[in-house]
Structures are given as structure tokens and as C-alpha cells.
Nanobody, 121 residues
Framework: QVQLVESGGGLVQPGGSLRISCTAA????????MAWYRQGPGKERELVAA?????????TYTGSVKGRFTMSIDNAKKTAYLQMNTLKPEDTAAYYC?????????????WGQGTQVTVSS
């Protein structure tokens, strides 16, 4: 069974920084991609950042976080990170990790339970 576990959320002041993590656990052959989504109060879930590792590595960032957020992956630890700098109140949201994971039985998308990030003074 595959699980994604996020950590590192919390309360931070505007202009501050925070790093959240997502670790994949279970019988995993390969991780093809990982991504962070977020859902703010009264908003739809949106893609924040993604890394595709199948073939050549590619990065995707939504426009509002470009230059402020950086996503990275430690393949040995099966962990994705989202470094968030110059945080704004509009970054307040529940942040969810997702990954496309290959096991011996299938290729499937998995989601974590989410971690709350609140940007407020």
C-alpha cells in the first residue's frame, strides 16, 4: 500500500518563509511525477508546482508563485519539498501532495491528506 504524508505546514507572517514536505512510503518501484496543489478558503483546488521525473526532468509552476516557490525532489528519500518564500496572505491554503507512482501491480495517482499553511500577521 502506498501512502503520501505531508508535513511542515503552519502559521507564518507575510513576507516569511516555510518549507513543506511530502514523503512517499510503501512498495514503490518508481515515482514518475510529484506535484503540489492547494485549496484556499472558498476557492477551487489549483496546481502550485510539479516535477516530472519520467524521461527528462521538467518543472511547472503556477504564475502566482513563480520566483517565490521552489519545488525539489530527493529521490533517495522519496520526498518532495516545496520551499515557499515571500509568503503572502493569498497563499493561505491547505496544500496537498500528489504523485504518480509505479508499483509492481499498477501505475496510479496518490494524494496526501494535506497540510495547512496560514499566512497572517
Amino acid at each position: 500500500q502506498v501512502q503520501l504524508v505531508e508535513s511542515g505546514g503552519g502559521l507564518v507572517q507575510p513576507g516569511g518563509s516555510l518549507r513543506i514536505s511530502c514523503t512517499a512510503a510503501g512498495s514503490i518501484d518508481r515515482i514518475n511525477s510529484m506535484a503540489w496543489y492547494r485549496q484556499g478558503p472558498g476557492k477551487e483546488r489549483e496546481l502550485v508546482a510539479a516535477i516530472t521525473t519520467e524521461g527528462s526532468i521538467s518543472y511547472t509552476y503556477t504564475g502566482s508563485v513563480k520566483g517565490r516557490f521552489t519545488m525539489s525532489i530527493d529521490n533517495a528519500k522519496k520526498t518532495a519539498y516545496l520551499q515557499m518564500n515571500t509568503l503572502k496572505p493569498e497563499d493561505t491554503a491547505a496544500y496537498y501532495c500528489t504523485a504518480r507512482i509505479v508499483t509492481y501491480r499498477s501505475v496510479a495517482d496518490y494524494w496526501g491528506q494535506g497540510t495547512q499553511v496560514t499566512v497572517s500577521s
